[in-house]
C-alpha cells in the first residue's frame, strides 16, 4: 500500500516548456487536491477534484490545468511554464469532505 | 469555512507538553477543527479532528472550548521529532471540498 505517490521528486524546466505532475493514490479515494508551497510560506491550494472525471479551482489555479480522468490518478499540468512557477508541489488525497488528508512526499520543480 | 488565527512561533522543552492554542471565533454549528502538521520539506500530516468534544488519539489531543471559539491542541510529551510547523483548518460539508492551510504555527521543541 503506497499511499500517495508523486511523479517525478524533481525536474528543472526552462521557461516556456511544458511538463505534467503525476499524483497516484491507491487507497480508492475520492478526493484529491493540488498545493504549490514556496520558501517560508504555508501551502496554498491549486486544483481539487471531488471525484473521477470533476476538477475545479483552489486559491492560485492560474497557470495550471488539471485532469482526473481516472479515479486513482490527479495531474496537474504546466502549459508554459514561468520562474514563478518554481516551487514545491504536494498532492494529497481523502476518502470524503471530512476525513483526513494523505499527503505525497512532494516535487520540487525549478523553472530556469 | 471560518478563518483560523494562530501565533506564529512557539517553544517547547522536550519532554514538557506542548500546547498550540487556535482561535476560531467565527465557526459555525457544523465546523469542524482539524490540525496537520509539516514537518520540514514533508509533505502534511493529519494529527487530530473535532467537532465539540475533545478528542485523543495516539498522537496528540484536542481541547475545543464550550462555545467552540478556540482550540488547544496538546502534544503530551514532545519530543526533538516534533519539531514541525503545526496548521489549525475549519472545514465545512457542502462548500469546505476545498482543503486550504493558513500560515499554521511554527513549534520548536529545544532539547
Known amino acids: 500500500n503506497a499511499g500517495v505517490t508523486q511523479t517525478p521528486k524533481f525536474r528543472v524546466l526552462k521557461t516556456g516548456q511544458s511538463m505534467t505532475l503525476l499524483c497516484a493514490q491507491d487507497?480508492?479515494?475520492?478526493?484529491m487536491y493540488w498545493y504549490r508551497q514556496d520558501p517560508g510560506m504555508g501551502l496554498r491550494l491549486i486544483h481539487y477534484?471531488?471525484?473521477?472525471?470533476?476538477?475545479a479551482k483552489g486559491e492560485v489555479p492560474d497557470g495550471y490545468n488539471v485532469s482526473r480522468l481516472k479515479k486513482q490518478n490527479f495531474l496537474l499540468g504546466l502549459e508554459s511554464a514561468a520562474p514563478s512557477q518554481t516551487s514545491v508541489y504536494f498532492c494529497?488525497?481523502?476518502?470524503?469532505?471530512?476525513?483526513?488528508?494523505?499527503f505525497g512526499q512532494g516535487t520540487r520543480l525549478t523553472v530556469v | 469555512d471560518a478563518k483560523t488565527t494562530q501565533p506564529t512561533s512557539m517553544d517547547c522543552a522536550e519532554g514538557r507538553a506542548a500546547n498550540l492554542p487556535c482561535n476560531h471565533s467565527?465557526?459555525?454549528?457544523?465546523?469542524?477543527v482539524y490540525w496537520y502538521r509539516q514537518i520540514h520539506s514533508q509533505g502534511p500530516q493529519y494529527i487530530i479532528h473535532?467537532?465539540?468534544n475533545n478528542e485523543t488519539n495516539e498522537m496528540a489531543s484536542l481541547i475545543i472550548t464550550e462555545d467552540r471559539k478556540s482550540s488547544t491542541l496538546i502534544l503530551p510529551h514532545a519530543t526533538l521529532r516534533d519539531t514541525a510547523v503545526y496548521y489549525c483548518?475549519?472545514?465545512?460539508?457542502?462548500?469546505?471540498?476545498?482543503?486550504?492551510f493558513g500560515k499554521g504555527t511554527k513549534l520548536t521543541v529545544n532539547p
Open positions: 494529497a488525497s481523502s476518502r470524503g469532505w471530512n476525513t483526513e488528508a494523505f
Open positions: 487507497m480508492n479515494h475520492e478526493y
Open positions: 477534484s471531488v471525484g473521477e472525471g470533476t476538477t
Open positions: 467565527t465557526i459555525s454549528g457544523n465546523e469542524y
Open positions: 473535532g467537532l465539540k
Open positions: 483548518i475549519v472545514r465545512t460539508q457542502g462548500g469546505s471540498e476545498k482543503l486550504v
